[in-house]
């Protein structure tokens, strides 16, 4: 019900398989819904089990250094799936921030030794300079408006040397107009058009989490503004995955990576 289901007939939404040419209504049958509105139907399918968060979390606690001691936060947190798996991986200190109240409520309604706090990841302005050693990111850098902003606050709470983990709907594949394709050897595979159009989109599949609506950019957008704010890349991955939808083991559903803050 999610990026891979999405992607099982479609990249971002339930249409039929057609040609590229056919044109569609932009808006109709576009969800407006918020964060916030889905907050109780996203709990629900993350702790049914969800084949694409179980992947994601696989991906982030791949990519994270050893917790011993650890100050961490989580950004867009969401229902707290990864904030407690990073308490439960074994950090000292470990707080959960998510803009959705709704969200944070059933964050905190799961329990664990994280603590949370409503904030707006583009400032983090309930969090000091330099509070943090590391800071996760899972499947939400791609559901805020203004990146750099983003990346600016999360340096701002890093020490110097932190690190900051993020794991993204994989922008070369998950692109909002692809198709489901077959290639020649029955292999399920998938069209991309409008990679380089950069733009916010909602999909229209309505059991889908991104209808809630997501913002496109291109992998170049990701790693230059990681390096404008002072970030050096340390390790990416693209999980290969047949947990949910075989078009993920031809290819990448995420793409993820650990940054390290440089001395500023
Ligand atoms: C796809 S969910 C991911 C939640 C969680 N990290 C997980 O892996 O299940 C995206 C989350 O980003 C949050 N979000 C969107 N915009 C935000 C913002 N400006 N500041 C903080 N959180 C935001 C949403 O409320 C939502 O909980």
């Given at each position: 019900m999610w990026f891979g289901h999405c992607h099982s007939r479609h990249a971002g939404d339930?249409?039929?398989?057609?040609?590229?040419?056919v044109k569609r209504s932009k808006?109709?049958?576009v969800s407006n819904e918020t964060w916030s509105d889905i907050a109780g139907w996203y709990d629900a399918l993350v702790e049914a089990g969800s084949g694409p968060h179980e992947t994601a979390l696989q991906c982030l606690l791949g990519l994270v250094?050893?917790?011993?001691g650890q100050a961490v936060l989580d950004v867009?947190?969401?229902?707290?799936l990864a904030t407690r798996a990073v308490a439960e991986a074994g950090a000292a200190r470990v707080v959960g921030t998510d803009s959705s109240e709704a969200m944070i409520g059933h964050a905190r309604g799961h329990g664990g030794e994280a603590t949370y706090v409503v904030d707006d990841a583009q400032r983090l302005a309930r969090f000091g300079d330099r509070e943090f050693d590391g800071v996760t990111c899972q499947l939400a850098l791609m559901d805020i408006p203004d990146l750099d902003a983003t990346l600016a606050a999360v340096r701002r709470v890093l020490r110097d040397g932190g690190w900051f983990v993020f794991v993204i709907g994989h922008p070369c594949f998950l692109v909002p107009d692809a198709l489901p394709a077959q290639a020649a050897d029955g292999r399920p595979a998938v069209t991309v058009t409008?990679?380089?159009?950069e733009r916010f989109w909602r999909s229209k599949?309505?059991?889908?989490?991104?209808r809630v609506g997501n913002h496109h950019r291109t992998l170049t957008t990701y790693l230059n503004s990681l390096v404008r704010h002072g970030f050096a890349l340390e390790e990416v991955a693209e999980p290969r995955t047949?947990?949910?939808?075989?078009l993920y083991a031809e290819v990448p559903i995420f793409f993820a990576a650990r940054v390290r803050a440089e001395r500023r």
């Open positions: 339930d249409r039929e398989r057609r040609p590229l040419r808006t109709a049958g250094p050893g917790m011993d867009g947190c969401g229902q707290g409008g990679y380089f159009d599949n309505p059991n889908g989490v991104r047949e947990n949910h939808v075989p």
